[in-house]
């Protein structure tokens, strides 16, 4: 197998449908009804209403440990299909509407990048906001 590398992805949107529903029953986040097809995969039905799903989706990310997690499953699938290093974004705007500070979203995120280095011999890397973000 040829080495891969995943060089921009949206922490948020990595989170699979199971890991979304653990989540939700974890923090009691009720999702809407239609967030799902019926064969388990989420459902959209164009870009703004992707846009929706997304939110919807991450909205159940609520705690360090939350980030942890969907950090850690992110990078395990990724190494299970070859990939050696991942880097990737994250929105300190989606952990702050949580309640979340800045420092336990990365405490969170740097968990799970550890925890999946160990466990699977893959290095993840978390890029840096942008210039001017409030952060």
Known sequence: MIPKA???VHLEGTAPPQLVRKLAD?????LPADLFHDDGEFHWRDFGHFLEVYDAASSVIKT?????????E???SCAA??????EMMSSPDHAA????????HLEGIGAGIRDAARDHNIEGRLDRPPLGSPV
């Open 74 to 76: 992110y990078l395990a």
């Open 97 to 104: 509407a949580a309640g979340m500070s800045y420092q336990d």
């Open 6 to 8: 995943e060089l921009h």
């Open 26 to 30: 974890r923090n009691g986040v009720t």
């Open 64 to 72: 360090p440990e939350d980030y942890r997690d969907v950090t850690y």
């Open 81 to 86: 299909e070859g990939a050696i290093y991942v």
